[in-house]
């Protein structure tokens, strides 16, 4: 009866975690309709180029 009841629950968990990355990859970037009207964070809407080159000043001024 235990071993039932934690397989339901792995079972559950492992559903949740699959429907969550689904939505999230499903229609790919949502940010098409602006960043205000985006769910995620913002940091996310950014363009590429733009967040690299802010990882780059971060890791610069981490070394110094």
Do not use: H, K, M, N
């Given at each position: 009866m235990e071993n039932l009841i934690?397989?339901?629950i792995v079972a559950?968990?492992?559903?949740l975690l699959?429907?969550?990355?689904?939505k999230k990859y499903k229609k790919g970037n949502q940010?098409?309709?602006?960043c205000s009207s985006c769910s995620t964070d913002t940091s996310?809407?950014?363009?590429?180029e733009e967040r690299?080159?802010?990882l780059i000043d971060i890791r610069k001024t981490m070394q110094k």
């Open positions: 934690v397989i339901i559950l968990a492992a559903g699959g429907r969550s990355y689904y940010c098409s309709g602006g996310s809407c950014e363009f590429p690299d080159t802010q």
